[in-house]
C-alpha cells in the first residue's frame, strides 16, 4: 500500500511541475537579454525564464539559490553556468528547453528551481522533501498566485474576514 501511494505522489509530483512549467510559458514567455552577471542575479534571470514571471523578489531568490546550492552544488552551478552562456540573440527560453530535453540531470535541478518557486520546497536527491524555511517562502509559493488563493493557514484578513463575501472591485488578498 505505501508503494502505491508513494508511486501516486510521484506522478503526481510530476505532473503538478509539468503544469507549472507549461502554465509559466504558455502565459508567459519573456525574453531575456543575457549579460555577464552576478551568481544571484543569473539565478534570479534563470529562475524567470523557468517559472515564467518576469518579476522574482531579490531576497527570496538568494534564499532559494542558497537552499538549492546546498544540497544540488555542482548540478546548480553547471545549469547557471549553460544558461548564462546562451547566446543573448536566440529565443533563450527555446534554447534552453532544447538543453534540458538533452540532460536529465539538468532538467532535474531545473525543476526542483521551479519547484521551490512554486510551492517553496522541493525534493533532494533521495526524493525526501526540503520543505519552506521561513514563513515568507511558504506564503510567496508562485502557486497561490496562479490559483488565486492565498496560502492555507496565512491570510492579510483580519479576524472574521471570511464571515464576509469579498469585495470583487478590490484587488485579492494574494
Not at 42 to 55: A, M
Not at 56 to 81: H, P, W
Not at 98 to 108: F, H, I, K, V
Request: negative net charge; aromatic residues 10%; contains cysteine.
Amino acid at each position: 500500500m505505501a508503494a502505491v501511494k508513494t508511486g501516486h505522489m510521484k506522478l503526481f509530483s510530476r505532473l503538478f511541475l509539468g503544469l507549472m512549467y507549461l502554465l509559466g510559458h504558455v502565459f508567459k514567455s519573456p525574453k531575456i537579454t543575457l549579460k555577464p552577471m552576478e551568481i544571484p542575479e543569473i539565478f534570479r534571470s534563470l529562475s524567470s525564464v523557468l517559472t515564467g514571471e518576469d518579476v522574482l523578489d531579490a531576497t527570496l531568490s538568494e534564499e532559494y539559490r542558497a537552499r538549492l546550492q546546498r544540497v544540488y552544488a555542482s548540478d546548480l552551478d553547471i545549469l547557471m553556468s549553460t544558461f548564462s552562456n546562451l547566446d543573448p540573440c536566440s529565443d533563450v527560453v527555446a534554447e534552453l528547453d532544447r538543453l534540458l530535453d538533452q540532460n536529465p540531470t539538468l532538467a532535474n535541478i531545473a525543476r526542483q528551481v521551479i519547484k521551490v518557486w512554486y510551492t517553496g520546497q522541493f525534493n533532494e536527491p533521495d526524493d525526501t522533501i526540503n520543505g519552506p524555511k521561513t514563513p515568507e517562502q511558504y506564503r510567496s509559493g508562485l502557486l497561490w498566485k496562479v490559483i488565486q488563493a492565498h496560502a492555507p493557514g496565512y491570510t492579510n484578513g483580519t479576524y472574521g474576514y471570511w464571515a464576509t463575501a469579498p469585495d470583487e472591485s478590490k484587488p485579492s488578498l494574494v
